[in-house]
């Protein structure tokens, strides 16, 4: 469970997401003290500090995003926040999990290295708050040793299969072939995070990447040789 009440803050309703507005108190704070490097397109720099335009450029192919922040759940516009963990950056690991998604077709509409601040590594995983390596599980996010690199991937029920392909939390009860498995020997090195439901993906998606002009709406060319049924 994560903490609703900050969701409802830091997010605007899905259902009013066209010309989403950002008051994002909560969410500028668990941004504040990143160092951030985006390498996502179409990034607009917001000026003002209540709200932020869409960056709308009619020359681009690629449009700044305008759809809900986890995408509609169960169609190809569901998306998941997935990160790769500084473990997995010191590792040289960051292409290996980033072609896992893209060979399954997935399309990626958010990417960025980024050493979190400590209230967002403590929000994103506010669930696990009274546990006793909560400290520790902050500390490795936070301290710079290497960024986390944080990504949305978007497909047809992404939510679930992301968890699928990464792999049980535990990597030596991960299956054959995930991720987990392929890389990993402990619970506290397991180099890779997915959201782990359609509310998580709303709350991550919008604690990592709220900002407007952070994800990017395109098409894919191959689309309909990785959609259509017959
Ligand atoms: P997951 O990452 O599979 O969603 P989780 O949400 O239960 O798993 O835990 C988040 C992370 O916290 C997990 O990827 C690694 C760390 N963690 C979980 N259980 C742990 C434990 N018993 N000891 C050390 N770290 C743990
Ligand atoms: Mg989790």
């Not at 998941?80 to 999990?97: E, M, N, S």
């Not at 986390?148 to 992404?158: H, L, R």
């Not at 299956?175 to 509310?199: F, K």
């Amino acid at each position: 469970m994560f903490a609703r009440s900050f969701a409802r803050i830091a997010r605007p309703a899905a259902s009013s997401m066209k010309a989403r507005a950002f008051s994002t108190g909560a969410r500028a704070s668990a941004a504040a003290g990143s160092r951030m490097a985006t390498f996502a397109t179409a990034g607009a720099i917001a000026t003002g500090a209540a709200s932020y335009a869409y960056f709308q450029n009619a020359q681009s192919p690629v449009q700044a995003d305008s759809k809900p922040i986890a995408g509609v759940k169960g169609t190809f516009s569901e998306r998941t926040f997935i990160a790769v963990k500084p473990d997995g950056v010191q590792r040289g690991l960051v292409a290996k999990i980033i072609a896992r998604f893209e060979d399954r077709g997935y399309k990626l509409v958010g990417l960025k290295a980024v050493v979190p601040s400590k209230d967002l590594a403590e929000e994103h995983y506010a669930d696990l708050k009274s546990r006793p390596f909560f400290g520790g599980l902050v500390d490795y996010m936070t301290n710079g040793k290497a960024p986390v690199v944080a990504m949305v991937w978007e497909g047809k029920d992404v939510i679930k299969q992301g968890r699928v392909m990464i792999g049980a939390t535990n990597p030596l009860d991960a299956a054959p072939g995930t991720i987990r498995n392929t890389y990993c020997q402990v619970v506290g090195r397991n180099i890779v995070h997915g959201s782990d439901s359609y509310e998580s993906a709303e709350k991550e998606i919008g604690l990592w990447f709220g900002k407007a002009g952070e994800l990017v709406e395109w098409s894919q060319a191959n689309s309909e040789w990785i959609q259509s049924d017959n």
